[in-house]
């Protein structure tokens, strides 16, 4: 069956890096676009980044441009979020999600990882 | 990119019908046929429901659909029942080629 499993989450300091991956099963993922989201604790979500199924494109959201990068590796089958300068308003669950062939909602979504960015 | 515009919350009785709005922009639910709907469940992963403003995932009860007229899409839920209580979220495309959520809906059955 599909599915996303996530990982890399933990407590950083402000101003430190993290990466997260998401590991892709049971679908071939060299075909799909991949999303990242995220979810403050008691807050709703928020789009972060996507990448285009070959990594030709990416597009973020303006709260992390600059800081954060989305890759893929195809021949891993695996997603990955380079997350830098890290921000306290940074931290959330980070979620990734496979992207609807041929438009732009998220089916499935990984379990999560929690990212808690504190001094 | 402003977030979408949901009520923070509805709710109904067992067997009712309740409707989930979400209010964008001209250069967002407006102008593209892409708005998706999640259910998320605390603790837990969000499930897509609706997307492409209308069409249901495989294995999604047709007790959900969606629509959307102008700038506002809505999540129509028929029949309710004790397991529909959750949060929902609309998302749509921009026209910057990236995605915004609704603050989300928290839908509690009576």
């Known amino acids: 069956q599909v599915q996303l499993v996530v990982s890399g989450g933990g407590v950083v300091q402000p101003g430190r890096s993290l990466r997260l991956s998401c590991a892709a099963s049971?679908?071939?993922?060299?075909?799909?676009?991949m999303h990242w989201v995220r979810q403050a604790p008691g807050k709703g979500l928020e789009w972060v980044a996507v990448i285009w199924f070959d990594g030709t494109n990416k597009y973020y959201a303006d709260s992390v441009k600059g800081r954060f990068t989305i890759s893929r590796d195809n021949s891993k089958n695996t997603l990955y979020l380079e997350m830098n300068s890290l921000r306290v308003e940074d931290t959330a669950v980070y979620y990734c999600?496979?992207?609807?062939?041929?438009?732009?909602?998220?089916?499935?979504w990984g379990q999560g990882t929690l990212v808690t960015v504190s001094s | 990119q402003s977030a979408l515009t949901q009520p923070a919350s509805v709710s109904g009785s067992p067997g009712q019908s309740i409707t989930i709005s979400c209010t964008g922009t001209?250069?967002?639910?407006?102008?593209?046929?892409?708005v998706s709907w999640y259910q998320q469940y605390p603790g837990k992963a969000p499930k897509l429901m609706i997307y492409?403003?209308?069409n249901r995932p495989s294995g999604v009860s047709n007790r959900f659909s969606g629509s959307k007229s102008g700038n506002t899409a809505s999540l129509t839920i028929t029949g309710l029942q004790a397991e529909d209580e959750a949060d929902y979220y609309c998302?749509?495309?921009?026209?910057?080629?990236?995605?915004?959520f609704g603050g989300g809906t928290k839908l509690t059955v009576l």
């Open positions: 049971g679908f071939t993922f060299s075909t799909y676009g």
């Open positions: 492409d403003v209308s």
């Open positions: 998302s749509s495309y921009t026209s910057s080629s990236t995605v915004v």
């Open positions: 999600g496979r992207a609807v062939q041929q438009s732009w909602g998220f089916d499935p």
């Open positions: 001209s250069s967002d639910v407006g102008g593209y046929n892409y």
